[in-house]
C-alpha cells in the first residue's frame, strides 16, 4: 500500500515552520490521523504539519521507518514553497516510540542506511538536517525499555502491560543489538558520530543544558534499571540527552516553533487546508 502524508498548512503566505510530525504506536501501530487534533492546533498558529505514515514492525525491521522518516524530510524541502515554509525551517517531531525516531533521525541525517530511498531525478542535493526537534515523552532508550518490561514480565505475578511491549519490540528490532545500536542515549554514551545537536537551534551546549534545567522536566537520562556503564568524562552529553528527552506538552512545542516562525498566521485561525500525498 501507498504511504501517505496528511499536510496542514496555515493561513497565510508565510514562510511558516514546518513540522515533520510521527506518530507513537510502540513502532506498530497508529498512522497520520492519530494526532489530526494536535496538528490543527499547531496548524493554527502559525506551523505547517506534514504528518507522516511510515512503514512499521508488520511491514520489517528497524531500519526501514528511518528510510521513510529520511526521504519525508528531504521531500518536505524539495516542497517547500507549496508547503509555505524554507528548507532552513524544517524541524522534526514525535510522541512516544514516535520521539524516538524523531531524536533518531535528527541525530543521523546523513547514515547511509537511512537515505537510501532517492529523490526523483533531477532534484537538487538536499538533506535530512532538522533545524528543530521536539519529542514528546520519547522512548529514548529502547534496550532500558526492553529490559524493564522483561523484569516485570519475570516477577511473580506480573502486570498485564510487560508482554506487548515486549512483542513490539521484538516486532521491530529483532534483538537486543539493534535496541541498542538505534539507541539515541547510547549513541551518545558511545560518542557515534550525530548532528550537532546544539547547532539546532543556534545556541551553544550551555545555552541548551541551561535551557533544559530551567524548563525541561527531564526523563532519567539513564533509564531504570539500565546497567550499560557510563564512559569517564561523559557528563555534558549526559546533560545534552536530559535537554533533547524531555515530557514535552503542547506548549513546549509551541514555544519551539515560536522561536523559528518567520510569519505568523495573519489571523490565528483555523488551517488553511490538508491534503494527503503519496
Known amino acids: 500500500k501507498p504511504l501517505l502524508a496528511k499536510v496542514y498548512k496555515p493561513r497565510g503566505d508565510g514562510p511558516f515552520p514546518a513540522l515533520i510530525d510521527l506518530h507513537g504506536g510502540a513502532w506498530c501501530m497508529a ?8 496538528h490543527e492546533f499547531l496548524a493554527s498558529h502559525g506551523c505547517t504539519v506534514v504528518s507522516l505514515d511510515f512503514r512499521m514492525a508488520k511491514e520489517g525491521a528497524y531500519p526501514i521507518a528511518l528510510q521513510d522518516i529520511n526521504y ?24 512516544s516510540s514516535g520521539g524516538h525516531l524523531a531524536m533518531l533521525a535528527a541525530m ?26 521536539v519529542l514528546s515523552w ?14 516485570n514480565a519475570a516477577l511473580p505475578t506480573p502486570p498485564e502491560w510487560p508482554a506487548g511491549i515486549i512483542d513490539k519490540h521484538h516486532q521491530f528490532w529483532g534483538d537486543e543489538a539493534n535496541m541498542a545500536e538505534g539507541n539515541p ?13 546544539a547547532d539546532w537551534l543556534g545556541l551553544s551546549r550551555a545555552a541548551i543544558e541551561a535551557i533544559s534545567l530551567r524548563r525541561c522536566r527531564p526523563i532519567s537520562p539513564r533509564g531504570e534499571g539500565d546497567d550499560v556503564k557510563r564512559r569517564p568524562g561523559s557528563g555534558p552529553k549526559r546533560r545534552a540527552v536530559s535537554c533533547v528527552a524531555v515530557d514535552c506538552a503542547l506548549d513546549d512545542t509551541l514555544l519551539a516553533i515560536d522561536a523559528l516562525r518567520a ?12 491534503g494527503e500525498t503519496a
Not at 73 to 93: C, F, M, N, Q, Y
Not at 113 to 127: E, F, K, V
Open 31 to 38: 498512522d497520520r490521523n492519530t494526532d489530526k487534533v494536535r
Open 72 to 95: 519525508a524530510v528531504r521531500w518536505t524541502k524539495l516542497h517547500a514553497k507549496e508547503l509555505k515554509t524554507r528548507p532552513d525551517l524544517v524541524g522534526i517531531s514525535g510522541q
Open 108 to 133: 543521523r541525517p546523513r547514515d547511509a542506511r537511512y537515505t537510501a530511498i532517492p529523490l526523483p531525478a533531477g532534484s537538487p542535493a538536499l538533506d535530512a538536517t532538522v533545524k528543530f526537534a
Open 138 to 151: 520519547p522512548v529514548i532508550n529502547p534496550l532500558s525499555r526492553y529490559r524493564h518490561a522483561k523484569r
Open 185 to 197: 542515549m547510547l549513541m551518545l554514551e558511545r560518542g557515534d558520530e550525530i548532528a550537532e545537536i
Open 263 to 274: 510569519t505568523r498566521s495573519p489571523d490565528g485561525g483555523p488551517n488553511e487546508s490538508t
